[in-house]
């Protein structure tokens, strides 16, 4: 099993989200569909931007905590080395 640690974005520099889960695709159509009634529905936080895999669950659980207390411009730059057009990857998955 898998671990991942996201980053969604509102849009390319917008806000942005990060967050942690054992099954991404699921977790990223509740975002998008706002299934729970929390930050990410308040502010259209939905285009996941970047992830990474993780074999286990406190590793991605450390990653996720140290990550949420980067600066924004640390963000973005892990987001832009990867995708530098701040794809949705959601986009990529389903077409």
């Known amino acids: ?3 991942y640690v ?3 974005a509102s849009k390319k520099n917008g806000t942005l989200y990060i967050g942690m889960t054992d099954d991404l695709e699921k977790r990223v159509w509740e975002h998008k569909e ?3 009634k929390g ?3 308040k ?3 939905d285009k996941v931007v970047w992830y990474e ?3 286990k669950r406190g590793s991605a659980f450390r990653r996720e905590r ?4 980067w ?6 730059d892990l987001i832009e080395k990867e995708n530098p057009f701040w794809e949705d990857l959601w986009a990529v998955w389903n077409s």
């Open 1 to 3: 099993m898998a671990f």
């Open 6 to 8: 996201y980053i969604l």
């Open 34 to 36: 706002k299934i729970f």
């Open 39 to 41: 930050f990410t529905a």
């Open 43 to 45: 502010y259209g936080v």
């Open 53 to 55: 895999a993780h074999d």
């Open 66 to 69: 140290a990550m949420k207390k």
């Open 71 to 76: 600066n924004r411009q640390w963000k973005i």
